[in-house]
């Protein structure tokens, strides 16, 4: 008996999101990729769906609203008078990708310095790190570099999905935003993230970015299961050859015995 809790029926996902922005994207094709759908279809995604849960951190300076952004999502709500995150706390949330379910946890680490041993120690094992910024401060862009080093000295870059997320976009004037948006793309591509931005406040883009989040992350494990699979079957037919052309030989010196 499965104890994960049901999908809601507003977080299903019958389709790829597309991005925040095609220069700085993770992928800019339109739909999942083909192997997946198949995948989806036949009920051959492995563990995905039955125990599979993706870990996503989520870092950044203290203050840059990363608890204000999970919360907006998983909870749809919105506290200005927000208490620091003490080390760690995480949010389960759970999605239905392609008639597939598949669970999110976001793990919402301390901004503050005095925390960042303890709360880096559950970087590890993350298969997404969602990198936030405050849109109206610049430092805290700067800063993400170091987060971005400080996250991956725990995880396998390869095999990582990367978000650059600037927060706190309503509050920025467009002229503003316009230049922040564009140091913050071309920090994107130097990293290999895609970028967004979002407003906790107004909620703006925020159901759409952990969409994206949830939907990239998935095919992904999917894609990883069709791997190892496809490895254990290549493993399997050159077994059974190999038995095989034993049997063969046996056969053949069982017959020059005989004929003896």
């Not at 008078?81 to 760690?88: F, H, S």
Request: net charge positive; hydrophobic share 40%.
């Amino acid at each position: 008996m499965s104890v994960l809790p049901p999908v809601r029926r507003d977080r299903v996902v019958a389709q790829l999101p597309q991005p925040f922005t095609k220069e700085a994207a993770l992928h800019t094709k339109n739909e999942f990729n083909s192997r997946v759908k198949t995948a989806c279809q036949e009920h051959k995604t492995g563990t995905v769906g039955r125990f599979k849960i993706s870990k996503v951190i989520v870092v950044g300076d203290l203050a840059v609203g990363k608890t204000c952004l999970i919360n907006r999502f998983c909870k749809d709500t919105f506290d200005k008078n927000y208490k620091a995150t003490i080390g760690v706390d995480f949010e389960m949330e759970r999605f239905e990708v392609l008639g597939v379910p598949f669970s999110l946890q976001l793990w919402d680490t301390a901004g503050q310095e005095r925390f960042k041993c303890i709360a880096s120690t559950y970087y590890r094992g993350a298969q997404a790190v969602i990198i936030v910024f405050d849109v109206n401060d610049v430092a805290s862009l700067d800063h993400t570099r170091q987060w971005l080093q400080d996250a991956m000295k725990e995880n396998d870059p390869s095999s990582v999905l990367l978000f650059l997320v600037g927060t706190k976009k309503d509050l920025s004037s467009p002229a503003q935003y316009s230049q922040i948006e564009q140091d913050a793309v071309k920090l994107a591509e130097e990293m290999k993230a895609e970028y967004w931005a979002v407003s906790a406040l107004s909620g703006e883009n925020v159901r759409e970015f952990f969409f994206r989040v949830a939907s990239l992350s998935f095919e992904a494990n999917v894609l990883a299961e069709l791997e190892k699979s496809g490895s254990r079957r290549v493993g399997d037919v050159v077994r059974i050859h190999s038995n095989s052309s034993n049997v063969y030989t046996m056969s053949r010196k069982k017959q020059s015995n005989c004929c003896k």
